[in-house]
C-alpha cells in the first residue's frame, strides 16, 4: 500500500481487538518514528502493550482495547504543534500502510496515564497520541467540505493542486473542522487554519497530505 492509497483507506478506529501488533512491524514504527525525530528534532516515541492512554471512562464510553499508541511529544517552541502534526501523519499513514488502524487524539485521552510511560524533561510537551492497532472496523469516511470550501487558486487552477486539496479533505482534523484555507498562485501554495489550540497541529497535518496529493516538486510552501 502506497502513502496515497493510505490517505485514501485511513478512518478514526476506536474500537480494537486484542490481536497483538507482530515484533517485525513494532520495529518498523519504531524506525520510523526514530527517522523523523532525528530529522525534526521532536520526541515521538512508542507505548505497547499499555492501557494507561485513557481514563475508565473514556474506556468505557469511546475507546475500546487500546493498547498501543504514538506520543507526540516535543520541546515547547513555536513550531512544535506543526512539526508534530507533519511528522504524526508521516507515520499515522506509515501504520496505515503495514496494515494497522490509527486514531489521532488530542483531547480525550489521559496525558497523566501516558507521562507514566515516557521520560519527559520539564522543558517538553505532549500534543496528543495516535492509538494504533488492529481495528475491530476500518472506520467510516468523515462529512467532507467540498474543494471550493477551502481553497482557491488565482488563475486557471493546475490539476496538482486540486489533486493537493483533495487529499487534504481526506485527512483528519480536530472535530473534524476541516478550518482549512489553501491559496495558491503560480506554484507558490499557503495554508491556514482556525481551529483554536487545534490550528497548527491541523495545519501540519495538511501539510503532509497536500504534499502528498499534489507531489513535492509541483509546488512551494508560502
Ligand atoms: C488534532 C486532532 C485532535 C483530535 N482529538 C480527538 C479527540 O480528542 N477525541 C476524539 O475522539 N477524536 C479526536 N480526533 C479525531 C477526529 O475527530 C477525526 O480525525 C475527525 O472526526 C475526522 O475523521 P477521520 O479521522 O475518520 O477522517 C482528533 C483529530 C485531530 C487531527
Not at 487524539?105 to 524533561?121: D, P, Q, R, W, Y
Request: positive net charge; glycine residues 10%.
Amino acid at each position: 500500500m502506497t502513502i496515497m492509497e493510505a490517505i485514501k483507506s485511513r478512518h478514526t478506529v476506536r474500537k480494537y481487538t486484542n490481536r497483538h501488533i507482530p515484533q517485525e512491524i513494532v520495529s518498523l514504527l519504531i524506525e520510523r518514528i526514530k527517522q523523523n525525530n532525528e530529522k525534526y528534532n521532536i520526541d515521538m516515541n512508542l507505548v505497547t502493550e499499555n492501557t494507561d492512554a485513557f481514563n475508565t471512562f473514556i474506556k468505557l464510553v469511546l475507546a475500546k482495547g487500546v493498547n498501543n499508541y504514538i506520543v507526540l511529544a516535543g520541546t515547547i517552541l513555536d513550531d512544535l504543534d506543526e512539526k508534530l502534526g507533519y511528522c504524526g501523519t508521516d507515520v499515522m499513514l506509515y501504520a496505515q500502510t503495514l496494515g494497522l488502524n490509527t486514531w489521532w487524539v488530542g483531547g480525550t485521552f489521559s496525558k497523566k496515564g501516558v507521562k507514566k510511560n515516557i521520560a519527559l524533561t520539564e522543558n517538553k510537551k505532549i500534543t496528543g497520541i495516535i492509538a494504533v492497532g488492529y481495528g475491530a472496523t476500518q472506520g467510516v469516511s468523515h462529512k467532507s467540505k467540498k474543494i471550493e470550501d477551502i481553497s482557491y487558486y488565482k488563475g486557471i487552477t493546475p490539476d496538482w493542486f486540486i489533486n493537493g486539496v483533495k487529499a487534504v479533505l481526506l485527512a483528519p482534523t480536530a472535530l473534524n473542522k476541516q478550518a482549512f484555507k489553501i491559496i495558491g498562485e503560480g506554484n507558490r501554495v499557503s495554508i491556514t487554519c482556525n481551529n483554536g489550540i487545534f490550528s497548527n497541529t491541523d495545519i501540519g497535518i495538511g501539510k503532509y497530505h497536500f504534499e502528498i496529493g499534489a507531489g513535492k516538486d509541483n509546488f512551494v510552501w508560502n
